[in-house]
Nanobody, 120 residues
């Protein structure tokens, strides 16, 4: 129904930047009707919400990335981005794209994840 494909992960030095992309495809929904988010999960840790963006464009961030990360969306391209600046080693994780279908009971779709590694 909906497929999310992330790209843009890689290995960078502390202080560097990466831009993650998430392209959504499917016949039933477009991202203009969805809230989108980026989650991350480091080994041995629970998955956490890093940044979210509503269908209206409102954004939110976990405190640890405020001022460094920016989430944005391009509905015409069915794409969500996460611009990651001033990366720190503690940002190392697998980053997952999330799409929330805004039904009476919300339903989540997940991407396969992309690895971000920040060296010190």
């Amino acid at each position: 129904q909906v497929q999310l494909v992330e790209s843009g992960g890689g290995l960078v030095q502390a202080g560097g930047s990466l831009r993650l992309s998430c392209v959504a495809s499917g016949r039933d929904f477009s991202i203009n009707a969805m809230a989108m988010g980026w989650y991350r999960q480091a080994p041995g840790k629970q998955r956490e919400l890093v940044a979210g963006i509503s269908s209206s464009g409102s954004t939110s961030y976990v405190d640890s990335v405020k001022g460094r990360f920016t989430i944005s969306r391009d509905n015409a391209k069915n794409t969500v981005y996460l611009q990651m600046n001033n990366l720190k080693p503690e940002d190392t994780a697998v980053y997952y794209c999330n799409a929330r279908v805004m039904l009476v009971v919300p339903f989540d779709y997940w991407g396969q994840g992309t690895q971000v590694t920040v060296s010190s």
